[in-house]
């Protein structure tokens, strides 16, 4: 995997091939950058990054001056892969071992952006589950954004607050949006 812009811009990172994970590809993640850069100022942004695996996304935000960035995986060696990268770049991550539900259920934290990546073979109740969760939770700050990454045979469209779907090869990102609003 590749850091796409930013200060490390071209930066290849190598993880381990024992790690259980999936990294977003550099095209999905080039294509899903490009709308959050029309959205957001990078530098002002609180990141919360699910699933985070290699810690991708993660790196590719602090890349762009991104300098709140929390990861969680449940996965100990992902986490260490990610804290150890994230010093050796000099990055902001705070990396988190936890199973996301429970630390949605009790995340001490509201985000700019959330973005989750888990297991395409989630069924699709388990990737809604996740906007259920950011949306109870209130974890969104006002104009939030969680991003859901799939496969392209998951629709996660019945989603609270949900708006739009961008494909990008076989990765779907679901976008919903905080509108501040209250129901």
């Known amino acids: 995997m590749r850091i796409i812009s930013g200060s490390n811009k071209g930066k290849r990172i190598i993880a381990p091939k024992k790690l259980p994970v999936r990294p977003t590809t550099d095209m999905a993640k080039e294509g899903l950058f490009n709308i959050l850069n029309n959205h957001y100022h990078f530098s002002a942004l609180s990141i919360l990054d699910l699933?985070?695996?290699?810690?991708?996304i993660s790196y590719e935000f602090a890349s762009r001056g991104t300098e709140k960035?929390?990861?969680?995986?449940g996965n100990f060696e992902c986490v260490k892969f990610i804290k150890k990268t994230a010093a050796e770049l000099d990055y902001p991550i705070i990396a988190i071992k936890s199973d996301v539900f429970k630390y949605l259920e009790k995340a001490p934290i509201v985000a700019?952006?959330?973005f989750a990546d888990p297991p395409y073979d989630f069924s699709t109740e388990?990737?809604?589950?996740?906007?259920?969760?950011?949306?109870?939770?209130?974890?969104?700050?006002?104009?939030g954004m969680l991003i859901i990454e799939?496969?392209?045979?998951?629709?996660?469209?019945?989603g609270p607050n949900f708006v739009?779907?961008?494909?990008?090869?076989?990765?779907?990102f679901s976008f919903f949006y905080e509108t501040g609003e209250e129901d």
């Not at 799939?150 to 019945?158: M, R």
């Open 51 to 56: 699933f985070s695996g290699t810690g991708n």
């Open 69 to 73: 960035i929390t990861a969680v995986d």
């Open 112 to 114: 700019d952006v959330i």
């Open 126 to 143: 388990d990737f809604l589950k996740i906007a259920e969760l950011v949306f109870e939770n209130n974890l969104l700050s006002e104009d």
């Open 150 to 158: 799939s496969g392209k045979h998951t629709d996660l469209s019945s």
């Open 164 to 172: 739009e779907k961008r494909g990008y090869g076989g990765s779907v």
